[in-house]
């Protein structure tokens, strides 16, 4: 089966928003922790828990059976059901009545989100070559910025308009429609198109195989591992950042959405384009660029980082945070592509749900909830530059760590000859 280019980009398209639903979804809650704090009575350790592991929990959970799924079934269908489910239970958290009704709603987003990403990768991989994966991957991550951006703004605007609970349920109700679109004109491409194994490389093994080749295949496991430390990079600021401005400039909720939505969009469109082209280019002549693109990022997006959340004035933090999101977002873009590209046809689902699996847990859940305790006990001495401080102590041991990961997957790349 043949696709016009076209319609390769308009499935790109679709999958592209579906990301930008589901990040928005998941992250508007950032620009609404400040009033669900105040309303609620909550610490920072419980706005960290709502951030992180309620969502976390069942995305895992429901990530690893919808991956198996995704690697043998539809996967147009399973990501627009996914899309339709989390769509309407961003809706339902609108409507919670204090601290444990919305963290049950939380859980039933990320249920939803946890059976999209295994299937979309999945699907691209076999609608793009793999010399044309890392632009496409870039592109899919704008979903990301675009969905960060959104999810502040409308978010932000929203809540000052109208509250809190109203912005939840004007975000998802635009994600059920999309749903119902991406079902009726999505096409199902041929599985392991692209693949030298052809269709015997498509066919999916007994899950005992699929989990010890992918625990043998030691490119995949630097990849999942450097990706989940640095990630935590992307979700404290994603998370944090919002109620940093609250505190820190006396902004309004509609204000800090705004701004700080915009700087998510002037770093995070660049950066993964960015990212994209240079992986493409530089793989050509060492094919570790793959691993030292993302490791480099995580490094030098610390400098501007510090020195944004140490600004005493608005406008040279914004502008830094801009710089730092888009050095870090860099990395995307060369970590997508080739976990897509280090495992056969068969596993990409299931590669891909182990992969978030250690993103989440690590990325969202350990580091937004190691920010709120590491906050909270800081409090009584620096104040509200606790939050700042507990940001970045989180976000140097990531990049750090991150970097010695991805160094160590380089050397697995030229070994094996990926």
Request: glycine share 12%; with cysteine; hydrophobic share 55%.
């Amino acid at each position: 089966m043949k696709d016009h280019p076209a319609y390769r980009y308009y499935v790109l398209g679709l999958f592209t928003l579906t990301l930008m639903f589901s990040v928005a979804d998941r992250l508007v809650l950032s620009i609404l922790l400040q009033d669900i704090k105040r309303e609620f009575v909550l610490s920072d350790s419980q706005l960290g828990l709502l951030a992180g592991f309620a969502f976390t929990m069942f995305y895992v959970i429901a990530g690893f059976p919808m991956a198996r799924l995704a690697d043998r079934a539809n996967r147009k269908s399973i990501v627009a059901a996914a899309l339709g489910f989390w769509s309407l239970m961003t809706a339902v958290s609108g409507l919670a009545v204090g601290f444990w009704s919305l963290f049950l709603a939380r859980i039933g987003v990320g249920m939803g989100e946890g059976a999209s990403g295994p299937s979309s990768q999945s699907v691209l991989a076999d609608y793009f070559r793999p010399g044309e994966l890392p632009r496409a991957m870039g592109i899919l991550t704008l979903g990301s910025t675009i969905g960060t951006a959104i999810g502040l703004m409308a978010g932000g605007l929203f809540a000052s308009l109208y509250g809190w609970r109203m912005s939840f349920i004007l975000l998802g109700i635009p994600g059920m429609l999309l749903a119902l679109l991406l079902f009726a004109t999505v096409r199902e491409p041929e599985r392991g198109r692209y693949s030298a194994g052809g269709a015997e490389s498509a066919a999916q093994r007994p899950l005992g195989a699929t989990i010890r080749s992918l625990l043998s295949n030691r490119v995949y496991l630097g990849l999942i591992t450097g990706y989940a430390v640095q990630i935590m990079i992307g979700y404290a600021i994603a998370i944090w950042m919002a109620p940093i401005m609250l505190r820190s400039f006396g902004l309004s909720t509609r204000d800090v959405g705004f701004y700080l939505g915009l700087a998510f969009v002037l770093g995070g469109i660049p950066g993964p384009i960015l990212g994209g082209v240079l992986s493409e280019w530089l793989s050509r002549r060492d094919i570790r660029w793959f691993a030292w693109i993302p490791g480099l990022a995580g490094i030098l997006c610390l400098p501007p980082l510090w020195f944004s959340l140490s600004a005493t004035t608005f406008w040279p933090f914004l502008g830094l945070f801009a710089l730092a999101y888009g050095i870090f977002l860099t990395s995307q873009a060369p970590i997508l592509s080739s976990i897509q590209n280090s495992v056969l046809p068969s596993e990409r689902g299931f590669a891909v749900a182990l992969a978030l699996l250690f993103n989440n847990l690590l990325g969202q859940a350990l580091s937004a909830a190691a920010i709120g305790r590491l906050s909270d006990m800081w409090h009584p001495e620096f104040g509200d530059f606790a939050l700042n401080l507990a940001v970045m102590a989180v976000c140097v041991s990531a990049g750090v760590l991150g970097f010695g990961v991805f160094v160590w997957t380089g050397r697995q790349m030229r070994r094996s000859n990926m």
